[in-house]
């Protein structure tokens, strides 16, 4: 056994984890040790949320060894490894939004001291030790809800530090903060490790974490295929690694000059989530609408297509107005609507994939009341081979199927509508490296046949291989309208944070 | 795409079990007590019994496809009944020549039906533009609409039908009894309502997702609507089966048959949650329930045993149908 082992706070070896047939993780070794700081990097579906869940003690591994602390850990849930030191702080931070500050950071330390009464003076101070540790000043007393992005992370971290974490684990931490904030975040990284705390970031987003990481580990579809010191890395031999290819950039091709303006928005506002949204979308062009999580994005594209309603503003496509607030409105407008998270919103999961696509398509073959079953099931099909969905059987559940085949049964079921407008929101997100290539694919070819395109999204790879233009939006406004084509990705990830 | 449909498939159908559920209980009471259970005398009762409350499970059912719950079955049930029985003996008499009697009989069915379907739109109003969660909202308006019927008889039964009106509940056709064709006509329009119309898939979809129903531009408002429509109109044509069979209507008839109702559309394999549910499932789930509450009261088991047994074999079912005994099941199965 070598020292590094003896010594490290988590010790994983040889983990494998198998869901229903899928390996998510295949023999991985990782290790730990105190005051380090480790990047765990990774595309979507590489399996590295499944590493986190077992270190977490959520999920339990089919197979391999666990030490964490010294101790090797046959069973494990996640009250003994919270109880060991590990805290994970998810993307939403699992606050309470109702509680105050203090009672969220002191929550956990509570409950674990077995107190039978809520006591007000501990509760605070508790949370001013935490606080102080990590030298912030937050109003101990306000509502948790009324911060800011940023404010909730420190809180989260206060409360991870109160619990005693010796190892505390951040997912996709830098994805809502500006550059200033990204460099406070550091700061207080640096100080943690120097007292000893260990760190894992989890992220497809890197370059803002190296500079304070030791290691870095990168897995794809569940194996580790690199590992080593931070300062071997830098962001394009992380993508590198993490996709298994140079991914080639294709621009998009251009608009086709005159072509007429297909969709038009004016003044669009909605107190509190977006304000004075204005743009003109022409047939066959990709405009991209970006911006840091909680920027208003999605509830810009939400209001686009009905689901959410603004309080002023307009919309038309080919010179009609479109009533607002109204999906069903929208989609007669031919609208269509791929939405960001699959699972909840955009798939009826227990139900076939034919019927995931023909959902879209009930009213034009009806007739008397009853369906043509036949063509309906024949319309559907034609679109998930023209879409090349990889199945078996077109009656199995779509959970069935894979995110990239997923994400392409939710695109047929707006296709077979012959959509003017297609809004896709993340339309990559949970996909893999070869399914994305060809849903990128996909767009560039709608778009030439003058599908008008909006693609809301934070991947700027993405963003920068298919759309004409950009849109970046901050606290709800479009600060920024760029050109596809003159951009770099560090200009665009500048123009995003700063 | 053609599906194909193998051995396999069929028995490994949730409708599979059901089926030998229904022949096992039917083949254990006709075991254990041969010459009652197998008499003509015993079936045709049988057959008249069971439509009355296996049509409230149907309109259970399409309420429970959309993820809701119709608990306001049997107050619309007889409400309707009310309203039907006291036109009838408001301007028609025993004495009444036939032709006579039988419009009236029309008018009152209609009447019912009228009143069915104004009581699902109440339903459908409250679940689909005030959001109320459909077990809060029908349990409130079931009691309203039990509340109207009791207001309009002051609680008494409403009696003296002309003799027409028995067609309804006690009259066969080709010997059939004809609840047991009215209920056969409402199964077949169901299950076609379900399968083959673009309504069903959108029901069965909302079922499964409302969400993504919503996402995918259903019309959910309108769709919701016409569910708790339906299920108010097959508990009005129930109430007057019960109406004509027991000649009499009374705000309080057949309040065990709410739990019935509900017991045998999870039985039939409806998912409670939505989604997922197949009319002919609730068939032979109907045909259980008939062949034990038959089959107990031969073996002279008190009335009120059977309702606890019946809320014993809810609460089975549901435990069984959860992930967790399925996973159980599973894992004693010879690994493969």
């Excluded at chain 2, 031969?298 to 399925?326: C, D, K, P, Y």
Aim: proline share 4%; hydrophobic share 50%.
């Amino acid at each position: 056994m070598s020292p590094d082992h003896d010594t490290a706070f988590v010790d994983l070896r040889a983990i494998t984890k198998r869901y229903a047939g899928v390996t998510a993780l295949d023999s991985v070794d990782f290790t730990v040790q105190p005051g380090e700081a480790v990047c765990l990097a990774g595309e979507n579906g590489s399996g590295k949320s499944t590493l986190i869940k077992i270190i977490s003690g959520v999920e339990p591994a089919t197979a391999g060894t666990i030490r964490i602390a010294g101790q090797d850990r046959p069973y494990l849930n996640p009250r003994i490894s919270a109880a060991a030191g590990v805290m994970v702080i998810f993307q939403d931070f699992s606050l309470f939004p109702n509680l105050s500050v203090a009672e969220n950071i002191a929550f956990a330390t509570q409950l674990s001291t077995h107190q039978r009464f809520f006591k007000a003076k501990a509760v605070r101070d508790i949370a001013s030790a935490a606080l102080d540790r990590i030298g912030v000043r937050i109003d101990l007393d306000a509502r948790v809800e009324t911060l800011p992005v940023a404010q909730k992370q420190l809180v989260a971290i206060c409360r991870a530090l109160a619990s005693r974490a010796q190892l505390i684990i951040m997912d996709e931490p830098t994805t809502a903060l500006t550059e200033k904030e990204v460099r406070r975040l550091q700061g207080i990284i640096r100080m943690l490790k120097d007292e000893g705390v260990a760190v894992i970031f989890v992220s497809h987003k890197l370059g803002e974490v190296l500079a304070v990481s030791e290691k870095v580990v990168v897995l794809r579809n569940g194996k580790k295929v690199a590992e080593g010191p931070a300062s071997e890395f830098d962001t394009q031999s992380l993508t590198y690694h993490m996709t298994g290819r140079d991914v080639p950039e294709v621009p998009p091709s251009d608009v086709t000059p005159g072509a007429e303006t297909l969709m038009q928005v004016k003044g669009l506002t909605k107190a509190g989530s977006f304000a004075d949204i204005s743009f003109d979308l022409m047939a066959g062009e990709v405009l991209g609408i970006t911006g840091l999580l909680g920027c208003g994005r999605t509830s810009v594209a939400k209001a686009l297509f009905g689901l959410v309603s603004p309080d002023a503003g307009s919309i038309t496509v080919a010179g009609r107005p479109v009533p607002l607030g109204d999906p069903q409105a929208a989609s007669l407008a031919r609208i269509g609507y791929v939405p960001e998270d699959r699972l909840t919103e955009g798939l009826f999961l227990s139900q076939s994939i034919l019927r995931n696509v023909a959902v879209g398509r009930l009213d034009a073959h009806s007739s008397g009341g009853f369906l043509d079953m036949t063509r309906l099931a024949d319309e559907a099909a034609d679109w998930l081979r023209r879409l090349k969905v990889k199945t078996p059987d077109v009656n199995a559940p779509v959970q069935s199927l894979s995110g990239g085949n997923q994400q392409r049964v939710a695109l047929a079921r707006w296709l077979s509508r012959a959509p003017r407008v297609l809004l896709l929101n993340g339309p990559s997100v949970g996909v893999d490296v070869g399914s994305k290539a060809d849903i990128h694919d996909i767009i560039r070819d709608l778009a030439r046949q003058g599908i008008g395109i909006i693609v809301i999204s934070d991947d700027l790879p993405e963003l920068l291989s298919t759309c004409h233009r950009i849109l970046v939006m901050r606290e709800g406004r479009i600060i920024d309208a760029l050109d596809g084509k003159s951009l770099t990705e560090d200009d665009l990830a500048h123009r995003l944070a700063s | 795409m053609t599906t194909r449909i193998s051995t396999r498939d069929v028995t490994t159908a949730p409708e599979f079990r059901l089926l030998v559920i229904a022949v096992f209980v039917f083949g254990l009471m006709a075991v254990l007590s041969p010459e009652r259970f197998l008499s003509t005398q015993n079936l045709t009762s049988m057959a008249f019994q069971f439509p009355e409350f296996a049509i409230l499970a149907l309109a259970m059912t399409i309420a429970m496809m959309t993820g809701g719950i119709d608990l306001s079955v049997v107050g619309v049930a007889n409400l309707s009944a009310v309203v039907a029985a006291i036109i009838l003996t408001q301007y028609s008499n025993a004495d009444m020549p036939a032709s006579q009697s039988a419009i009236w009989l029309a008018i009152a069915i209609a009447a019912a039906l009228c009143i069915g379907a104004t009581a699902g739109l109440v339903n459908g109003a409250l679940v689909a533009f005030f959001g109320l969660p459909p077990i809060l909202a029908t349990l409130g308006s079931g009691l309203v609409f039990t509340g109207f019927a009791i207001a309009m008889t002051g609680g008494s039964a409403v009696m003296g039908f002309p003799s027409t009106v028995a067609l309804i509940g006690n009259a066969t056709l080709f010997g059939i009894p004809v609840p047991l064709i009215l209920f056969a006509v409402l199964a077949v329009v169901l299950h076609l309502i379900l399968t083959r119309t673009a309504f069903g898939l959108r029901v069965t979809m909302y079922g499964a997702n409302p969400l993504a129903a919503l996402y995918a531009a259903i019309d959910i408002n309108r769709m919701l609507l016409k569910v708790y429509v339906i299920a108010g109109l097959f508990s009005s044509i129930a109430g007057l089966i019960v109406m004509s069979r027991a000649n009499s209507a009374k705000a309080d008839y057949g309040s065990s048959y709410l739990l019935l109702a509900v017991l045998i559309a999870v039985l039939g394999g409806v998912n409670p949650y939505g989604g997922y549910g197949r009319v002919i499932g609730v068939v032979l789930a109907v045909l259980s329930m008939q062949f034990l509450s038959s089959g107990l009261n031969m073996l002279q088991v008190s009335n009120f045993a059977r309702e606890l047994i019946w809320g014993a074999l809810l609460i089975l079912v549901m435990v069984i149908n959860t992930h967790a005994v399925t996973a159980l099941r599973g894992s004693f199965r010879p690994k493969t």
